[in-house]
């Protein structure tokens, strides 16, 4: 992600929504129902030589072939080790397995049938919840939606609320946890960890690593918009079958369940499934903490067209800190500077190497 700072200006979030940048398109909640079935592969980390881990929650360590090897129950104490000939895992001080395939940590589900005198209907509680009636038709629910049903006294709805799961890291001494599952691989020199879980709950802990979550609720609507489009091209672009995007401002900051907040997680609730698209396709939503007054068309920063990117003056930030500013060296250094960007470092010895800066326009 290109940024100048941290923070995403209220200035290009309001342009979004506007459409002033470019012409979006919010689907329907019941066209964006597809998308909320998504889920987005982060890769938490590599290289790891051990990781501690606990859940809150009943889980299960499942082979590639979708085989449970062991449960994992709330409250136990994990922790994974490299070696050569792949990952050992163990609970407490006993070993419990060996892989050098890729292990996967999944939450439980559990299914719970009602028998009607017209048939029976499934409701299948995990990751991905639904309900299959007599006549073969499926609908996918939130933890927060209800079944409508008909008895003999009337109209009523079974609802249902979803324990919260989460994989409790144990890093230096404190507990980072994570909604969804966790994947552990042997990777290169070490560990690496995959966490997949739903797009909207990805988003809860985006939107406020990347926008203050106390700015106005309209602000945060925006940047998770911006958001949730963003992750869906970087998924359905990933150059690699093992994760989507990295928790950092190489992609997005995610930085977990712990960093979620009230205001920004209604945010994303409020515009569930919406993205901004261009020619019926979603956008490359770049978005940024300062644009120094000036929006960069695509073409110059990438060397690629993308017509809803633009150069344009922008006056929205000039109030941001990092809007005006000073740097100073001296004639060498920025001699060196620019040979650095210039040249590479076979080529230090370079005659056309630059030997002085006469003079700066």
């Known amino acids: 992600m290109l940024r100048a700072g941290k923070t995403t200006l209220l200035r290009l979030s309001i342009f979004i929504i506007a459409g002033i940048l470019f012409s979006g398109y919010f689907p329907s909640p019941a066209e964006a129902r597809a998308e909320d079935l998504a889920r987005i592969r982060v890769c938490l980390a590599q290289s790891l030589q051990i990781q501690e881990f606990e859940v809150q929650g009943n889980y299960d360590l499942v082979d590639e072939e979708g085989k449970i090897i062991s449960k994992v129950a709330a409250g136990e104490n994990w922790k994974v080790e490299y070696v050569e000939e792949?990952?050992?895992?163990?609970?407490?001080?006993?070993?419990?397995?060996?892989?050098?395939?890729?292990?996967?940590?999944?939450?439980?589900?559990?299914?719970?049938t009602a028998v009607s005198v017209s048939g029976s209907v499934g409701l299948i509680v995990d990751k991905k919840t639904s309900v299959v009636s007599s006549g073969n038709q499926v609908s996918f629910l939130s933890g927060s939606d209800s079944?409508?049903?008909?008895?003999?006294?009337?109209?009523?709805?079974?609802?249902?609320?979803?324990?919260?799961?989460?994989?409790?890291?144990l890093i230096g001494g404190s507990t980072q946890s994570y909604r969804g599952d966790l994947e552990f691989r042997s990777e290169g020199s070490g560990i690496m960890l995959v966490n997949s879980l739903p797009l909207e709950e990805y988003l809860y802990s985006v939107v406020p690593g990347e926008m203050p979550a106390s700015w106005q609720l309209e602000a945060l609507k925006a940047q998770?918009?911006?958001?949730?489009?963003?992750?869906?091209?970087?998924?359905n672009s990933a150059n690699n079958n093992i994760y989507d995007v990295l928790p950092t401002t190489a992609n997005q900051v995610y930085k977990g369940y712990n960093s979620e907040n009230a205001s920004s997680s209604r945010a994303?609730?409020?515009?569930?499934?919406q993205v901004l698209e261009y020619l019926d396709?979603?956008?490359?939503?770049?978005?940024?903490?300062?644009?120094?007054?000036f929006l960069e068309s695509s073409q110059d920063v990438w060397s690629t067209r993308l017509e809803y990117f633009e150069d344009k003056p922008d006056p929205y930030d000039q109030n941001d800190s990092h809007y005006d500013w000073t740097v100073n060296y001296t004639q060498e250094q920025l001699v060196q500077q620019l040979n650095k960007g210039l040249f590479s470092q076979q080529d230090a010895d370079s005659e056309e190497r630059l030997k002085a800066v006469q003079d700066i326009e």
């Open 268 to 273: 994303v609730s409020e515009t569930r499934g």
């Open 147 to 169: 079944i409508n049903t008909i008895s003999k006294n009337g109209t009523g709805s079974i609802g249902f609320q979803e324990e919260l799961k989460l994989v409790k890291l």
């Open 281 to 293: 396709q979603p956008i490359t939503a770049f978005f940024h903490s300062s644009s120094g007054g």
């Open 224 to 235: 998770a918009v911006a958001a949730r489009t963003y992750a869906l091209v970087k998924k």
């Open 86 to 112: 792949g990952l050992k895992f163990f609970k407490g001080d006993i070993l419990e397995l060996s892989s050098k395939d890729p292990v996967s940590l999944l939450q439980e589900g559990k299914t719970i």
